[in-house]
């Protein structure tokens, strides 16, 4: 597919199933690496990282096959610890496969991440923490090797931001270290919530997700088990400011508001009627949107850096003037040179952009930035007169 052509103008009505949370899934599947048998995944996307988590799998001699949104992956015939560079250039996540491989093997070789160009996104945190588990790593030619000869220790981690990933990354290795793992400025996230449900379920023994401080007590023989991720808060957020820019009456459901209340509260406050019942969100919209005051993005609880393009684009035609901060990433601001070819006001210094709401926004040809950015452009193409490719 070269393009989208999206006919603006026309409000959003209906009710839409919220699939799994990629950012909840590619983890998920990680850590079936940690497991001896069969683990059942339902809820999982049908989505190209996903695609390439399940070929990282396969390549490292698991047995997976899907069944709609379910995913199988049996771990008997596994070996190996090297993840092929074609695939570990595909996504970022694909860093989440040396804890497992550390904590199961002593031993992971890959070449560094790929994933969206947003900016600066060193793994520093998740080397630091396989050193503080006990392994040691070196960087050759492109490529990155971890060993552990005599095993991962449990140990303190304290990580200087609260990052996601390498929350994670030290969760999964240190299932595999001896005695017990506390992780402190552990990231808060959902995602986070769910990864220790999945690995609980699999037997590991972990307390405080959804905290700071996350406590992992690691050597435990873990086995498969069967697990539903969690509703995608961000294509939530998503489905939210496409109705919101276009106006009309949309249900969301899979997914629990409360996970992403920063949005929904904005969307309120800016005028629209939104609803929240377990389960589920409904938001209503007739008119232009309030301008916000000032956004600014960070870690969860905050205001997520992923759904920042987006709410973005919906406040292109509101009234007066919203000021987002982006906080966690430099590169965050590549779709706003897209949505002025549509007619937007938008002045970017630095992390700081100053969105004017303009009365109307036209259809253009724009590009792709990234996927956040590219989701932006849909939602602002909604609200616009014409077409937009």
Avoid at 15 to 36: C, E, F, R, Y
Avoid at 144 to 164: E, W, Y
Avoid at 244 to 262: C, K, Y
């Amino acid at each position: 597919m070269e393009y989208f052509a999206v006919e603006g103008g026309w409000p959003l009505e209906g009710q839409v199933p919220v699939h799994g949370a990629k950012n909840s899934a590619l983890p998920i599947l990680a850590a079936t690496l940690l497991a001896d048998g069969e683990s059942i995944i339902h809820n999982c996307p049908s989505l190209t990282d996903c695609a390439a988590a399940l070929e990282i799998l396969s390549c490292l001699g698991c047995r997976v096959r899907r069944e709609g949104e379910t995913v199988v992956v049996n771990t008997a015939c596994r070996r190996g610890h090297t993840i092929p560079d074609d695939l570990m250039g595909r996504m970022r996540a694909s860093v989440l496969f040396l804890g497992p491989l550390l904590a199961r093997d002593g031993a992971a070789t890959a070449c560094w991440p790929g994933g969206c160009a947003l900016g600066a996104r060193p793994i520093d945190l998740h080397i630091q923490a396989f050193q503080a588990l006990g392994a040691q790593g070196r960087s050759w030619n492109g490529q990155l090797f971890f060993h552990a000869p005599t095993g991962l220790s449990g140990c303190r981690i304290a990580l200087p931001i609260p990052s996601v990933g390498a929350t994670e990354n030290a969760m999964l290795a240190a299932c595999g270290a001896a005695g017990e793992t506390v992780i402190r400025n552990a990231a808060r996230e959902p995602e986070i919530v769910d990864l220790a449900r999945f690995l609980r379920a699999m037997g590991a023994s972990i307390r405080g997700e959804g905290s700071s401080v996350i406590t992992v007590e690691g050597g435990r023989a873990l086995h498969g088990c069967e697990h539903t991720v969690i509703g995608d808060r961000i294509v939530a957020a998503t489905y939210l400011s496409a109705a919101a820019a276009a106006g009309g009456d949309v249900r969301l459901t899979g997914v629990e508001p409360e996970q992403f209340s920063t949005v929904t509260s904005l969307f309120r406050d800016a005028g629209a009627r939104v609803d929240c019942a377990p389960g589920e969100v409904r938001i209503r919209c007739g008119g232009r949107l309030t301008a916000s005051g000032v956004i600014r993005t960070s870690p969860y609880p905050g205001f997520p850096t992923d759904a920042q393009p987006v709410v973005m684009a919906a406040l292109c035609r509101g009234r007066g003037t919203t000021v987002f901060v982006e906080t966690m990433f430099e590169n965050r601001y590549r779709h706003v040179d897209e949505l002025r070819r549509m007619g937007a006001d938008i002045r970017v210094q630095d992390r700081v952009a100053v969105v004017t709401g303009v009365e109307t926004l036209h259809g253009a040809p724009v590009r792709c930035t990234d996927l956040r950015g590219g989701a932006a452009l849909c939602v602002a193409a909604l609200a616009a007169e014409g077409e937009t490719r």
